[in-house]
């Protein structure tokens, strides 16, 4: 019989049952949807089904599974998940903690809520994030009424959103720490799904973003998705709250000077493994004007999860964007929100490339390895090509390439199904840090961590 559990709340992207969801989903026996943080009961739902069905598990899944037995115990009416954490860092000195509660329930029939809120506290504050009190932050991570009408679902108030086929960055939308403030709309179909995002971003400035994205999901094998997003200042336009219409002709038919971007994404299921694509386009120039020169404003991302020997899963991701991608003309137009770029975290004139390790097993001791290689352009989001002008097709990544090159090793160890150690040692290499020439340096690190699951 189905748990019937009904919870409106999300797994934190940053939760160690993220890397349960990931071996189940490479196993195939988890099929995920496009937007994150993932409902809670949507978890649930596929845990239930494993349970249910004859389905021959071997050791290592049936010891996964049992990691999300806090989770089969909560009340439909009424229930919560709670996070405690504690992680230190020696190089450069960080330490803290946080405190992170989640809950939520049923109203009414197709009614229900959900509320998260994160306490931190550390020794360097966030500068970026709501205002201290005592070295505390608060984050509000979620608080929301759902319309559930099984074959759509409306969401009203504010949670975090990730769009997008990578881990824990999209090149159109990525998670923001204090979440996003609107409605979501939501219609998951047994071989399509809709997705439709409205946000204010700042109600001082008149900024705001809407996205939607229609998506083909073809019985767990195939997924392609196109997304639309138009971030727009200013006076508020009617027709961009209206998800079923193209953005790029209403903003067209109305004249206005909008920042559009269009994204394509594709996840390819096969033996064990998970490839998927996302292709971002900013700007392209599709008229050859010698007096109206302008860039191509393109960004991607190519990725590889894979599942061998059933016991190592093996992750490579490159990410490659270029110059001028998410900057606008228009200063209130930039694709950011409070100093942080809405796409790729690391902004534009920049690329990545990381790989990691780990080994999973039925004994909760679980070794991995992850290097990662960024070189930043001295691009920034805030500075257009109409502004700094030069070159067309400038190198990339431009100007004095900032460089670090970091390897790690760590264990994470699971106790009791509820307490959940990570450890990491490595090393940082820093190449022209600052974009000043021979300002290189290296120092080895030591990471720290403690979770406790409620």
């Known amino acids: 019989m189905l748990l019937l559990i009904l919870l409106a709340y ?8 993220m890397e349960e969801v990931e071996y189940l989903q490479l196993r195939g026996l988890f099929d995920l949807p496009s937007m994150k943080p993932y409902d809670t009961e949507w978890i649930i739902s596929q845990v239930d089904e494993i349970l249910i069905t004859d389905i021959i598990l071997n050791d290592i899944d049936k010891k996964t599974i049992s ?3 806090p989770l089969l115990v909560k009340d439909p009416d009424f229930s919560y998940l709670v996070h405690l954490a504690g992680v230190y860092q020696n190089e450069p000195e960080l330490y803290g903690g946080y405190f992170d509660e989640r809950l939520g329930g049923k109203i009414i029939k197709h009614v229900k809520y959900a509320h998260g809120m994160r306490f931190t506290r550390a020794n360097e504050i966030d500068s970026l994030g709501p205002t201290p009190w005592n070295d505390f932050q608060v984050y509000l991570n979620e ?3 759902r319309l559930d009408f099984d074959k ?3 969401d009203f108030g504010r949670r975090d959103v990730l769009l997008g086929p990578g881990d824990m960055h999209s090149l159109l939308f990525s998670p923001d720490r204090q979440a996003y403030d609107g409605f979501f709309m939501q219609i998951p179909a047994r071989y399509y799904e809709f997705h439709g995002i409205f946000t204010v971003l700042d109600a001082a400035e008149s900024r705001f973003l809407s996205v939607h994205r229609l998506g083909l999901n073809l019985e767990r094998f195939l997924k392609i998705g196109f997304s639309e997003a138009i971030l727009f200042s200013g006076s508020l336009e009617p027709m961009y709250l209206n ?12 004249d206005r000077d909008d920042n ?3 994204s394509i994404d594709l996840q390819l299921r096969m033996f064990n493994s998970i490839l998927y694509a996302e292709l971002l386009i900013d700007d392209y120039m599709y008229e050859d004007d010698p007096n109206n020169s302008h860039p191509h404003k393109l960004a991607y991302q190519v990725g590889l999860k894979s599942l061998i020997l059933h016991s190592l899963i093996a992750k490579v991701n490159y990410t490659s964007v270029d110059k001028w991608v998410y900057t606008h003309d228009v200063a209130a137009n930039v694709y950011e ?15 990545e490339l990381s790989f990691s390790l780990r080994y999973e097993n039925k004994y909760g001791v679980r070794p991995r390895l992850a290097i990662d290689y960024i070189r930043k352009g001295e691009g920034s989001i805030y500075v257009p090509y109409e502004e700094e002008g030069g070159p067309v097709n ?3 990544p431009s100007g004095i390439v900032e460089k670090i090159f970091e390897i790690k090793c760590g264990v994470d160890y699971t106790f009791k199904k509820r307490f959940y150690i990570k450890t990491d040692v490595g090393k940082v290499y820093r190449y022209n840090e600052g974009h000043i020439s021979g300002n290189d340096h290296d120092e080895w690190f030591f990471d720290a961590g403690l979770w406790l699951i409620l």
């Open 10 to 17: 999300t797994m934190p992207l940053d939760s160690p049952i």
């Open 67 to 69: 990691y999300f037995s």
């Open 143 to 145: 608080g929301l009424m």
């Open 152 to 154: 759509v679902m409306f």
């Open 243 to 254: 998800f079923f219409l193209p953005y790029y002709l209403a903003q067209w038919g109305g």
């Open 260 to 262: 559009i971007m269009w």
């Open 337 to 351: 929100r409070s100093g942080r770029c809405l796409g790729f975290p690391l902004g534009n004139d920049v690329d």
């Open 394 to 396: 400038p190198p990339f």
